[in-house]
């Protein structure tokens, strides 16, 4: 699935990683460690509140390497410029070009829309959903804004406010709605390790529900959705899911999921990957396989010089030239596809 795990996961220590998803998030606190971005005590709480014993976890890392202060993330690219290849309908890819590394320059986009958080009905009976909600007074278009591994963050509102500021009506839900929220884990940890121990159909129910949520605040509108991490994995599962009410999906690095059906979908997919992401660049030509089967018109972005999560501005790998080229494709894709 993703390099390493051919190593770590053998042996029935490992077989408590039961999904793609729960493998994904382990596999991405080893890489952390391996990068230096997080201690050895601080990946082994992490990884055992995944379900981990302590010498599986130690086995982990050990198969990634010990903490190397290597974060590659923070390499600077080629200066701004253009992709090697542009979107056609059906398959196109490209590699996009990067800025420098952060230096603490702002976020790309205008300054954001205040988001207001709202609770509604989740697909089930008696299930209640909570997000982050911003709109522009006439709205073009509608997006939901799928968070990363640690839930609903100020970072992750501030790109539905973004959204909003830019035309779209913006939903940020919260994936871990029926613990509580994501505010109400005090160890972010704990809601990494909540997300990893819950179902893909649970997620693809709440998803769902979003989307009729953004359906009811922009009527007429068309539907897009984005995600980050976790999130871009998550927005592969929704197009997976034999969702048709979809017009476009931006997923930012996000793993496909085992055996991805994109049949159902009719959605416009722009697929944007980080250079020196191994883990998920593994999944990047199953992504097209799946893209040209389900004969979507899509294109996969590749940036160079840069790492997983590029665009979180609050993280250690965040690069603003690669961030702002990235914002600036996800514009571009919302207003062919959406208005």
């Keep these: 699935m993703w390099p390493g795990f051919a190593v770590a996961f053998t042996g029935r220590s490992y077989r408590v990683l039961v999904t793609s998803f729960h493998r994904y998030l382990a596999e991405e606190v080893a890489v952390d460690h391996a990068e230096g971005l997080i201690p050895r005590r601080e990946a082994l709480h992490r990884l055992t509140l995944l379900g981990l014993t ?110 909003a500021a830019e035309g779209y009506c913006a939903l940020a839900v919260d994936l871990l709605s029926r613990e509580g929220g994501t505010a109400s884990f005090e160890d972010p940890a704990q809601a990494n390790a909540t997300l990893g121990r819950l179902s893909p159909e649970r997620f693809v129910s709440d998803m769902k529900a979003a989307l009729g949520e953004l359906e009811r605040g922009a009527p007429g509108k068309g539907l897009g959705v984005t995600g980050f991490c976790f999130g871009g994995a998550m927005t592969w599962l929704l197009l997976s899911s034999d969702e048709p009410r979809l017009s476009a999906a931006v997923p930012f690095y996000g793993p496909l999921p085992d055996d991805a059906d994109l049949s159902g979908s009719r959605a416009a997919v722009l697929a944007i990957y980080a250079e020196l992401d191994e883990r998920v660049n593994a999944t990047r030509d199953e992504a097209r396989t799946a893209l040209e089967r389900a004969g979507l018109e899509h294109e996969i972005v590749t940036f160079p010089g840069v790492n997983h999560a590029f665009f979180n501005d609050t993280g250690p790998r965040y690069d603003a030239g690669a961030a702002a080229g990235a914002y600036r494709r996800l514009l571009d894709w919302f207003g062919r596809h959406l208005g």
Excluded: K, Q
């Design 54 to 163: 302590a010498p599986a976890a130690g086995a982990l890392l050990a198969a990634r390497g010990t903490g190397r202060g290597n974060n590659r993330g923070n390499t600077a690219g080629p200066g701004p410029g253009t992709p090697s290849a542009s979107a056609t309908s059906g398959a196109a890819s490209g590699t996009a070009a990067s800025g420098a590394s952060s230096d603490g320059a702002p976020p790309s986009g205008p300054v954001p829309l205040p988001t207001e958080e709202i609770i509604f009905s989740g697909a089930e009976s008696g299930v209640t959903l909570r997000g982050a909600w911003a709109a522009p007074s006439d709205p073009r278009g509608a997006v939901l804004v799928i968070h990363e591994n640690r839930g609903l963050t100020d970072h992750i509102r501030s790109v539905a406010g973004r959204l």
